[in-house]
C-alpha cells in the first residue's frame, strides 16, 4: 500500500474513531444522569460501558497514527502492527468493564436499591438504542472499508450495547409497568456479554499478532499475477508475512524451463515483483526459481510417474520442484506435507524410500514443506 493510501486510510479510521469517541461521551453523560436520578444499577453500568467505548475510540485513533508512522531503521517494515495491539488494548478494556459491571451487578442482587424510572430516563435509553445501532454499522462499514480489525471490533461492541441498552430498556417498562424489579439480573446479562464480546475481540487480536494463515482470496489472486507472467510454469511455496492490516511481504518459488539463462530469470523476478505489486499491493521480496526437465521425454514421464506415486501417500498434498539428474543420479522434489502428518520429517522419508524403490541407483532429497497458504 502506498503512502497516499495509507495516509487516507489513517484519517478514515481517525475519523470514525472521533465520532465514536464524541458520541459515546454524550451517551456516558446521558445515561450517567438518567441512572442516578432513576437509582438505575444496570442504565449506570450501560453509562460506564459508554465510557469505555470512548476511551477505546481514543485508542483506536492513538493506534491509528502510530501504524502510519514512516518505517525507521529500528522498523524497517514499518509499525503497521500497532493497529493489533490497539485492538487487543480495546479488549482489555472491554473486559475489565465488564468485570467491573458484573461485581457492581451482584452486589445489586444481594441487596437491591429501590428505582424509578421517569419519561425523560426512557427517552434517553430509546435515543441510546438508536444512536448505538448507527454508531455500530457505520464502525463496521467502516472497519471492513479500510480493513481495520479495531473499527470492526468497535462496531461488533457498539451493536452489542444497543441490544443490551434495549434490554435495560425492557427492564424500565417492566418496572414502571408491573413494579418487578429486574434490572440488577439485567445488569449481570450486559456484564457478561461484555465480559465475552472482549474476550472474542482478545482472541481475535493475539491471532494477528501470532500470525496466521493468509486469506484464501489475497494469496490466490498473489499466485493467479505470479503464474501469468510469461515464463512461469508454476507457482508454489507462497509464504506471506503480514506487518499490519494490508501489508504484505512474500516470497514464492517459480517452476521455469531448465533452458532459461540467469539473465532471462533475472528479468523474470523483476517483472513478478512489477506486476504483484501492481495488481495486489504485496511487496514480493524474494523468488526462488526450480528448473523443469524440458529436455528429455523420459524424464518428464519420470516426473509424472513419481508425483502419481508420492501423492498417494496419505500426509502429501502437493508434490513439485521436481528435478531428475541423469548425470548425477539424483532426483530432488519437494513435498507439501499436512499439518495432520505425526511428523513431517517421517513422511518425507518415507516419501524418499519410495521413489528409491522406483528408481534404485538414484540418490533422492525430499524437502518438506508446510502448506502454508491457499
Avoid: W
Avoid at 85 to 90: E, G, L
Amino acid at each position: 500500500m502506498g503512502e497516499t493510501a495509507n495516509a487516507g486510510r489513517r484519517e478514515a479510521i481517525e475519523r470514525a474513531g472521533f465520532i465514536s469517541i464524541g458520541a459515546n461521551v454524550a451517551l456516558a453523560a446521558l445515561k450517567g444522569a438518567a441512572g442516578f436520578f432513576s437509582n438505575s444499577i444496570s442504565l449506570t453500568l450501560d453509562a460506564v460501558n459508554s465510557l469505555t467505548d470512548a476511551l477505546s475510540g481514543i485508542v483506536t485513533v492513538a493506534g491509528a497514527r502510530l501504524a502510519a508512522k514512516k518505517p525507521d531503521k529500528k522498523h524497517p517494515l514499518g509499525h503497521g502492527r500497532a493497529e493489533y495491539i490497539s485492538q487487543f488494548i480495546v479488549a482489555a478494556v472491554i473486559v475489565y468493564a465488564g468485570i467491573t459491571s458484573l461485581i457492581e451487578s451482584v452486589k445489586a442482587v444481594i441487596s437491591p436499591g429501590e428505582s424509578s424510572y421517569s419519561a425523560p430516563a426512557v427517552a434517553v435509553m430509546v435515543g441510546a438504542v438508536a444512536v448505538k445501532l448507527f454508531l455500530g454499522l457505520f464502525m463496521k462499514r467502516a472497519g471492513r472499508k479500510n480493513n481495520s480489525g479495531t473499527l470492526c471490533a468497535s462496531g461488533t461492541d457498539a451493536l452489542s450495547d444497543a441490544a443490551l441498552t434495549s434490554s435495560v430498556l425492557a427492564a424500565a417498562l417492566v418496572k414502571m409497568l408491573t413494579g418487578i424489579k429486574l434490572e440488577a439480573y439485567v445488569g449481570l446479562v450486559i456484564s457478561a456479554a461484555i465480559i465475552y464480546s472482549g474476550i472474542e475481540i482478545i482472541r481475535d487480536a493475539v491471532d494477528e499478532l501470532l500470525g496466521h494463515r493468509t486469506q484464501a482470496d489475497v494469496s490466490l489472486a498473489v499466485r493467479k499475477a505470479v503464474e501469468s507472467v510469461d515464463g512461469v510454469i508454476g507457482a508454489y511455496d507462497l509464504l506471506m508475512h503480514d506487518y499490519g492490516p494490508d501489508r504484505f511481504v512474500a516470497s514464492i518459488h517459480v517452476e521455469v524451463a531448465d533452458t532459461m539463462t540467469a539473465r532471462e530469470i533475472d528479468v523474470l523476478t523483476r517483472r513478478i515483483q512489477e506486476k504483484v505489486y501492481a495488481e495486489c499491493g504485496v511487496v514480493m521480496a524474494a523468488v526462488g526459481v526450480y528448473a523443469q526437465n524440458t529436455q528429455s521425454a523420459e524424464e518428464a514421464r519420470a516426473k509424472e510417474r513419481i508425483t502419481e506415486a508420492v501423492l498417494n501417500v496419505p500426509e502429501v498434498k502437493q508434490v513439485h520442484g521436481f528435478f531428475i539428474d541423469d548425470t548425477r543420479r539424483e532426483i530432488r522434489l519437494d513435498a507439501v506435507i499436512g499439518f495432520e502428518a505425526e511428523s513431517r520429517d517421517k513422511t518425507a522419508e518415507q516419501v524418499a524410500r519410495l521413489v528409491r524403490t522406483m528408481y534404485p541407483g538414484y540418490e533422492v532429497y525430499v524437502t518438506a514443506d508446510a502448506d502454508f497458504s491457499d
